[in-house]
């Protein structure tokens, strides 16, 4: 069964850091693209970054330059590390394995001002 574990979400304030991680079951991690979303209260899921099984990352505009994806395949786990963060940053995050479906339950981000 494959599961995605998402964690180091958190309360920090404005021009904080946090750094998210998510654990994934499943032989298949190193051969598939990882996905970082985020959903803030009464908004839909958007796209934060991709990152796939080799070349260039992927980024939304709205967080290039504060925020970095990363992989670790011996690890199975796939990082967001933030930077900067804003109070529109607040979300729940969610990581994906892209292309199978599959989901985590997500961490909170609180942003304060």
């Known amino acids: 069964q494959v599961q995605l574990v998402e964690s180091g979400g958190g309360l920090v304030q404005a021009g904080g850091s946090l750094k998210l991680s998510c654990v994934v079951s499943g032989s298949f991690f190193r051969d598939k693209a990882m996905g970082w979303y985020r959903q803030a209260e009464g908004k839909q899921r958007e796209r934060v970054a991709i990152?796939?099984?080799?070349?260039?990352?992927n980024y939304a505009d709205f967080v290039k330059g504060r925020f970095t994806i990363s992989r670790d395949n011996a690890k199975n786990t796939v990082y967001l590390q933030m930077n900067s963060l804003k109070p529109e940053d607040t979300g729940v995050y969610f990581c994906t394995v892209i292309g199978l479906g599959y989901w985590g339950k997500g961490t909170l981000v609180t942003v304060s001002s």
């Open positions: 990152i796939p099984t080799r070349g260039s990352t």
